[in-house]
C-alpha cells in the first residue's frame, strides 16, 4: 500500500462517453500530479497541483480536464477520447511542488488502465 | 529537450548472475530517483540518489550517482527471480521529473 488510490482501476469506454478518474492520497502530501504511461513510452506528465492550484499543463489536449478539490483528491475528466489515448494513467504525490525542497520523491498510485474503443 | 535514456530496454538474465542497468541523461541535475514497477502495479521506489556520487544499497540492488557524467547505474549481484520487474530511473531537474523508458528485466532460473 503506497498510500495513493487511484479508481476504477480498469475503465473502457467509446469515444463518446463522459468518465472520470480519481485519486486520493494520504500522506498529508502538497502536490499531485497525473501521468501517461503508454507501451514503449516514457512516462508522459500531463498535470502538477500544487495546493490545489494547477502549476503545469503539458501541452495535454483539452479532451483532458483535471479536477482538484482539495489537496488530497484529483480528478481526471475524460470526454470525447480517441483510441490513441488508451493507455495506463497514473497519479502521484509529493511532499511539496516542484522545485521547492532539495528532492521531492513522488509517490504512486496502483494506476487506470485505460482502453478506448 | 531533456533525454533520459535507459539500456538495456530489454535484459533477460539468469538467476546468479550480475548485471548493470545504466541511465543517461541530458542536463545537469542531481537527483535521481529510481522505481521498481511490476505489471499492473503501481511505480515503487527503490532508491534516491541526491548528490555526486551517492551509492545506495539495498539487498541485491545497489545504485549510484555520477553527476559529472551524467550518468546513474543500477546494479544487480546474483540475482533472483523476484526481481523480475520493469525499472525506472527518473531524473529531477527541480522542475519536472523526467522518466527513462524503463528496462524490463526477466530473471530466468
Known amino acids: 500500500e503506497t498510500g495513493v488510490t487511484q479508481t476504477p482501476r480498469h475503465l473502457v469506454m467509446g469515444m463518446t462517453n463522459k468518465k472520470s478518474l480519481k485519486c486520493e492520497q494520504h500522506?498529508?502530501?502538497?502536490?499531485m500530479y497525473w501521468y501517461k504511461q503508454s507501451a514503449k513510452k516514457p512516462l508522459e506528465l500531463m498535470f502538477v497541483y500544487s495546493l490545489e492550484e494547477r502549476v503545469e499543463n503539458n501541452s495535454v489536449p483539452s479532451r483532458f480536464s483535471p479536477e482538484c478539490p482539495n489537496s488530497s483528491h484529483l480528478f481526471l475528466h475524460l470526454h470525447t477520447l480517441q483510441p490513441e489515448d488508451s493507455a495506463l494513467y497514473l497519479c502521484?504525490?509529493?511532499?511539496?511542488?516542484?522545485?521547492?525542497?532539495?528532492?521531492?520523491?513522488?509517490?504512486f498510485g496502483p494506476g487506470t488502465r485505460l482502453t478506448v474503443l | 529537450e531533456l533525454k533520459v535514456e535507459q539500456n538495456p530496454l530489454f535484459l533477460s538474465m539468469q538467476e546468479g548472475k550480475n548485471y548493470t542497468i545504466y541511465c543517461n541523461y541530458s542536463?545537469?541535475?542531481?537527483?535521481l530517483y529510481w522505481y521498481r514497477q511490476d505489471p499492473g502495479k503501481s511505480l515503487e521506489s527503490l532508491f534516491v540518489?541526491?548528490?555526486?556520487?551517492a551509492v545506495k544499497q539495498e539487498g541485491r540492488l545497489m545504485a549510484s550517482l555520477d553527476t559529472k557524467a551524467r550518468l546513474s547505474t543500477l546494479h544487480i549481484t546474483a540475482a533472483v527471480h523476484d526481481l523480475s520487474a520493469t525499472y525506472f530511473c527518473?531524473?529531477?531537474?527541480?522542475?519536472?521529473?523526467?522518466f527513462g523508458t524503463g528496462t524490463s528485466l526477466t530473471v530466468i532460473p
Open positions: 542536463t545537469t541535475s542531481d537527483r
Open positions: 540518489l541526491l548528490s555526486n556520487g
Open positions: 527518473a531524473v529531477d531537474t527541480g522542475n519536472q521529473f523526467y
Open positions: 502521484a504525490s509529493s511532499q511539496a511542488p516542484p522545485g521547492t525542497y532539495t528532492y521531492n520523491e513522488q509517490f
Open positions: 500522506l498529508g502530501h502538497n502536490a
